[in-house]
């Protein structure tokens, strides 16, 4: 089991078309992946469920938790956090 946090940085955080492309990428692995909302607290959902993902109400500068456990858990986390960190399809703005 791997599990790591990183900030959402794009605009609208994990809602309606950066969180389909989210669930679509969690898709395409085996292994079972959560996601949390490290700052609004409550438990981990289903990051291939895009119902569970939006539940989990992620917003921009929050934090939350991917938790991977299967034999592609590596690649998992790190395409999912390379999404996040990309923007998840959004540009990200400038601080």
């Known amino acids: 089991m791997r599990s790591i946090e ?3 940085r794009n605009p609208s955080g994990i809602h ?3 969180g389909a492309l989210f669930v679509r990428t969690a898709a395409g692995f085996g ?5 949390e909302n490290v700052d609004r607290g409550g438990a981990p959902v289903d990051a291939k469920s895009i119902l569970s993902v ?9 934090t939350v938790r991917l938790t991977a456990d299967g034999d592609d858990e590596d690649a998992a986390i790190d395409a999912l956090v390379a999404l996040i960190q990309g923007g998840l399809g959004e540009a990200i703005p400038e601080a």
């Open 6 to 8: 990183t900030m959402v």
């Open 16 to 18: 309606a078309r950066p």
């Open 31 to 35: 292994s079972r992946i959560t996601l």
């Open 54 to 62: 939006m539940q989990a109400a992620v917003g921009r500068g929050q």
